[in-house]
């Protein structure tokens, strides 16, 4: 019973990455924010940031409720349709980078980046380097629940503080 269980319910403390096909398509019938892990294979702050703070549960259940979660591979080499536009793998030198990776940090191409996308696709903000949960915490919700709106960031970070004390 416990194994089948697995199949049904999401394993407490991991995010449920989905592919950009996947998460489109939901976006479709529902839709919600993005938050899309820009990662490469041999970035190893993308691989701490994966165990030290996506797995944490209070991070990954509340992406998975709030948000499509999407982990993209910047250097993967299959084409993504994204808002009727065909991005491509680009190769340069011995290797090589998405278009998509590109467009959504707005060029600039450093790991782990995390891009927040609106729920029209349009990205709020790409915010590049690791994150620890603390830190992650405090920009998933300026971003979910709308703060970025009508509160500058550092007045927010002001709330967020006295809140949680």
């Not at 910047?74 to 011995?94: H, L, M, P, W």
């Amino acid at each position: 019973l416990l194994p089948l269980l697995s199949l049904i319910a999401p394993v407490s403390g991991q995010v449920n990455w989905l592919t950009w096909e996947d998460a489109l398509a939901k976006n479709q019938k529902e839709p919600r924010k993005f938050i899309v892990d820009v990662y490469t294979q041999w970035c190893g702050w993308c691989k701490k940031m994966d165990k030290a703070t996506f797995d944490q549960p209070d991070i990954s259940t509340y992406i998975n409720k709030n948000y499509y979660p999407v982990k993209f591979d910047a250097e993967t080499k299959s084409d993504i349709n994204f808002n009727n536009q065909v991005f491509k793998y680009v190769r340069s030198g011995t290797s090589g980078y998405h278009e998509l990776a590109a467009e959504i940090t707005f060029g600039k191409l450093s790991y782990p980046t995390i891009v927040f996308l609106d729920e029209k696709l349009i990205v709020i903000q790409p915010i590049p380097g690791y994150k620890d949960p603390a830190a992650l915490d405090k920009i998933m919700k300026y971003f979910a629940e709308d703060h970025y709106k009508t509160t500058p960031w550092k007045k927010y970070e002001e709330m967020y503080l006295l809140k949680q004390d």
